[in-house]
């Protein structure tokens, strides 16, 4: 619900807030007193586009703040979860414009973007009229309008599934088929490289591996002569027998020596110990190194043939084992194509039964929801003199999609005989008003935390079908809130909260404003519109008629 709506320096408006309640709330005042510029700073703060002049003669900026409760409001608190702004219960929207058209806005003192403006405004408000071309003109909603008016939300939830399922297993068959065909047109070719890389089985990091035990065994001979030399050195006829000879003359002293050669006796003995070590890995690496040449032969011809491969397909040695599973897969694809075709085939063929299953149980709702519709708006032309208009919910075939194969269009024939044709071509100005109404009414309950407001609705009518429309417009104010501007003194005294909008210049500078309007005032002004300039006694009882019976 709109709370407040608070006006700066915009077109001729110097200053105005508005406090606006639940129920009907009635704008009135002479032609030019600037009604409209309620409806455009509205327009302007919820991110819709407009005229570039809006900045009052004089100032530097318009600025517009708009502040709504969204308690009850949840696409209006999932929006705001969506761009990551706080909940809260109220919501602020404030919107600026510099004389030079730079424009900024916030959304609970959070710098937003007028796209999630113009997202806000679809969850706040509807505006009605006769320029109105996103609501009840727009033909791309009347879909949505009936199914809202039919409750076919389950069934609309069970075809965008099925319509989901259908897509994905038609995507799974076309992949499956371009693998097919690319794997047919490179069989050959697939067969031969599948067939090397399952003979060859590289394993990871085996090319580093064999690299490495290729240089040794290449050294193998020049390490083996160095090796041997070492081992000589190191054994009886060098060092070990060095220190165990060396141990043995200690030993033959050490008790003459008052114990005083134990640490060396101990250090010579775990020499000993350390030299045997390193003589058993010499021996160790020796052996290694005694291997036929055939050996080497061989690890050469698996390295250069693992190198090959690699270069050949044009990859890292490291990469054949991830190539290889590719290309398996490729040949499972291959020799399992024509049977899994066929399955893939037949599960988009029993998509499409679940599909055209469903949307035909959802073109049987819709048509009908649009009888029920067309009776229902029926009954409301006729308090609107328009008792001879046809309405008509035209549902026809339409491209199979996620909302089914229905596309739906509101059609009126507004005279007997007469062909009927879109809403929006075949009504003038106060026809269109009253359809737009009727339907309205009809179709009202699917979004009651929106506030609807009606943008001269009543032009081109008066009298009882002026009274009409006010009953109606009340009788939908009592379950949420409306804003109507309005020219007629039938639908302003159904108002439950009235403002007199005027103009006036001073200094040379025009100014708009408006003044919220107690019940002798009311009278007043309802008055003035029904009698025009001249207020008459005649005007005033009827005027107080009309609030009285309202």
């Known amino acids: 619900m709109l709370q407040c709506l608070e006006i700066r320096d915009f077109v001729i408006v110097s200053f105005q807030e508005f406090e606006f309640q639940e129920g009907l709330n009635v704008l009135t005042g002479e032609t030019g007193a600037g009604k409209s510029i309620l409806l455009d700073a509205l327009g302007f703060v919820l991110g819709m586009r407009g005229p570039s002049d809006l900045v009052r003669p004089g100032a530097q900026k318009a600025e517009v703040t708009a502040v709504f409760d969204i308690s009850k409001n949840c696409e209006a608190q999932s929006i705001l979860d969506d761009v990551d702004c706080p909940q809260q219960r109220e919501l602020i929207l404030r919107r600026t414009i510099s004389r030079e058209g730079r424009k900024s806005a916030w959304v609970n003192d ?16 509807e505006i009605h009229g006769r320029h109105d071309e996103r609501g009840l003109l727009d033909p791309k909603g009347h879909r949505a309008l009936l199914d809202a008016f039919g409750n076919h939300r389950d069934i609309t939830d069970a075809v965008a599934q099925a319509w989901l399922a259908l897509s994905t297993s038609r995507h799974a068959y076309f992949e499956l088929e371009q693998d097919v065909a690319k794997a047919q047109a490179d069989e050959l070719y697939l067969r031969h490289a599948v067939s090397e890389l399952i003979s060859l089985d590289p ?15 290449q050294n193998a001979e020049r390490i083996r002569g160095d090796l041997l030399r070492a081992k000589a050195l190191l054994g009886a006829d060098g060092a070990e027998g060095s220190m165990e000879q060396a141990a043995r003359w200690l030993n033959g002293v050490s008790d003459k020596s008052e114990n005083r050669l134990d640490d060396s006796l101990a250090s010579l003995s775990r020499a000993l110990i350390e030299l045997a070590e390193a003589q058993s890995g010499l021996d160790q690496v020796l052996a290694e190194l005694d291997f036929n040449p055939s050996e080497l032969e061989a690890v050469e011809e698996r390295f250069f043939a693992i190198r090959t491969l690699a270069r050949k397909h044009s990859i890292s040695p490291n990469d054949l084992g991830t190539l290889k599973e590719d290309m398996c897969r490729r040949m499972e694809v291959l020799d399992a194509g024509s049977a899994r075709l066929i399955a893939a085939e037949r599960a988009v063929s029993d998509a499409e039964s679940q599909f055209q299953e469903k949307a035909v149980i959802l073109s049987q709702a819709r048509r009908a929801a649009a009888k029920n519709l067309d009776q229902a708006v029926r009954k409301e032309l006729a308090p609107l003199r328009m008792e001879h208009a046809v309405f008509s919910s035209q549902v026809d075939p339409a491209e199979p999609g996620r909302d089914g194969v229905d596309s739906v269009i509101f059609a009126v024939s507004t005279n007997p005989g007469a062909s009927a044709g879109a809403l929006n071509k075949i009504a003038s100005g106060g026809e269109l008003s009253r359809f737009l109404l009727a339907l309205k009414v009809c179709l009202v309950g699917a979004n009651r935390s929106l506030t609807m407001i009606f943008d001269e609705i009543d032009s081109g009518i008066g009298g009882s079908t002026a009274d009409a429309v006010g009953q109606r417009l009340a009788d939908l104010s009592k379950s949420g809130q409306i804003l109507v501007v309005t020219h007629s003194p039938q639908v302003a005294a159904k108002g439950d909260h009235h403002w007199r909008v005027t103009k006036q210049v001073k200094n040379g500078s025009t100014f708009s404003f408006a003044v919220p309007l107690q019940s002798s005032e009311r009278i007043q002004e309802v ?3 029904l009698a025009g300039n001249k207020v008459t006694e005649a005007a005033v009882a009827a005027a107080k008629e009309l609030l009285t019976n309202r």
């Open 110 to 125: 959070r710098r937003v973007s007028a796209e999630v403006l113009r997202n806000l405004s679809d969850a706040l408000v």
């Open 527 to 529: 008055a003035r519109m």
């Open 203 to 217: 394993q990871p990091d085996e090319d580093m591996e064999l690299d490495a035990q290729r240089r040794l065994m």
